[in-house]
């Protein structure tokens, strides 16, 4: 679980802002809120994220979007990181990038913080937290470790790591298996939804006998989508609309009994590609419907609404993070995009009908859709705000810091009236006059 994230220099956020996953003293929907005993702490399973256009909401998702490709992928050697700092600084010096996570794994603590600039790391640190101490097991500064590694392997590891490169990023490439569990966390627990990008294991509902396939159906009918139910179609790979290049990457690769998936765009059609008995075979997502007749027809799933094939690519990530006990973390930009308040809503309900004490899931995600600005939904310390002051600079801010706000109290109007900031400053007066 995400407990905290802290940022600085990145893009628009020019100060330093700490985003907090840990509840605080409210009672409302408590009985949703996880508990961590060992470190009698309380950590929120949602939170929603408002704010004006360009208060710097995608921003924070690309922070920490960033930060999951940097520590799993890492960088070629010799190319410069693709941080991108505060650029409305005209100082003249170079600023580092500042994050931090703190973490929950496996009911124990981690915080894990870098300080880069585009040309290298600058400083590097993990540290376990118990419920009583905290023990560093490294600091990487001034091109040195700290502690000193206890073995030849572990000094091995960090004097092959690149300055272009996070200690973590190689010392888990090099199979050091303490620090497995944070990289893990990023590769695997963290998913990440940007509004013009799909839920990655979409295959998971191309075939009946795969648990969630009658939920996903169910729920697509449900949501007004007019779909009966998805299905898939085989297509002859020879004949499938990909380019030349790519065909013959999955024949060289795709191996016998394996399967792939490719998207097509700008189509957004899905298809899933296996060999077997040696040849390549095609199957393609598409939409059924009913008739006036009572008759099945086929669309392709780039016949449906904009709002349709929003549901179909947030549908299994919702499915998935209220029935999976792994605990995924979902952060979603734009959760609203294309979709009607009430489905949006009944997506959140969906997944906090789910949380308990005991749950380690947690969605978070961007919105501009105020109707979801509701205490009947979302707690105070559920919901922030980000505000971009006239030097350029965005804050984030939590409502539970207005001590005004009760918990039977209209959040929407007191937002929309201006006095929680994150609206838009908009200048009329010279194009009425005109």
């Known amino acids: 679980m995400l407990l905290s994230f802290t940022l600085e220099n990145w893009m628009s956020f020019r100060d330093r802002v700490t985003f907090s996953m840990i509840a605080g003293k409210e009672r409302q929907h408590g009985k949703r809120v996880p508990r961590a005993d060992k470190y009698q702490t309380r950590i929120l399973p949602i939170a929603a994220i408002y704010g004006g256009n360009a208060s710097g909401k995608t921003n924070f998702f690309k922070a920490i979007s960033f930060a999951k490709s940097f520590i799993t992928r890492g960088t070629q050697p010799d190319s410069l990181i693709p941080v991108e700092p505060f650029s ?31 040309k290298e790391v600058i400083r590097e640190k993990l540290i376990l937290i118990s419920s009583s101490s905290e023990k560093i097991l490294y600091e990487r500064k001034d091109g040195k470790l700290i502690p000193p590694p206890k073995n030849m392997f ?10 272009n490169q996070l200690f973590l990023t190689n010392a888990v490439s090099q199979k050091v298996e303490e620090y497995k569990p944070v990289y893990d966390w990023f ?15 979409f295959e998971l509902f191309f075939f009946f006998f795969y648990p969630v396939y009658s ?49 097509v765009e700008p189509f957004n059609e899905r298809y899933v590609i296996t060999r077997k008995e040696g040849k390549l075979t095609a199957r393609k997502l598409v939409a059924l419907h009913a008739a006036t007749d009572g008759a099945t027809i086929r669309f392709d799933i780039r016949q449906e609404s904009d709002g349709t094939q929003r549901i179909i690519d947030l549908l299994p990530a919702f499915i998935e993070v209220a029935t999976d006990p792994s605990g995924k973390v979902y952060i979603v930009d734009e959760i ?8 949006t809503r009944k997506l959140l309900d969906l997944y906090l009908s789910g949380c308990s004490a005991v749950s380690r899931s947690q969605v978070l995600f961007t919105t501009h859709d105020v109707l979801l600005m509701d205490q009947q939904l979302l707690r105070r310390d559920e919901m922030w705000v980000t505000e971009r002051d006239p030097r350029g600079v965005s804050n984030l801010i939590s409502f539970s810091e207005y001590k005004e706000i009760r918990y039977d109290k209209d959040i929407r109007k007191s937002y929309l009236q201006g006095r929680l900031g994150g609206i838009p400053r908009i200048i009329l007066n010279s194009f009425i006059n005109k």
């Open 215 to 263: 939920t996903f159906n169910d729920m697509l009918f449900q949501l007004d989508t007019g779909i009966n139910r998805l299905d898939t179609v085989e297509v002859s790979f020879e004949n499938a609309p990909f380019p030349e290049t790519l065909k013959t990457k999955l024949q060289q690769e795709v191996r016998e009994g394996v399967s792939v998936k490719v998207r």
């Open 336 to 343: 609203d995009r294309s979709l009607h308040t009430l489905i």
């Open 154 to 163: 572990l000094e091995f590891a960090f004097q092959g790591t690149r300055d």
């Open 88 to 118: 409305l600084n005209n100082s003249g010096t170079e600023v580092a990038t500042y994050f931090a996570f703190e973490l929950l794994i496996q009911e124990s603590i981690y915080e894990f913080s870098f300080e880069i600039t585009k």
């Open 187 to 201: 590769k695997n627990t963290l998913e990440l939804i940007a509004p013009d990008s799909r839920f990655e294991p």
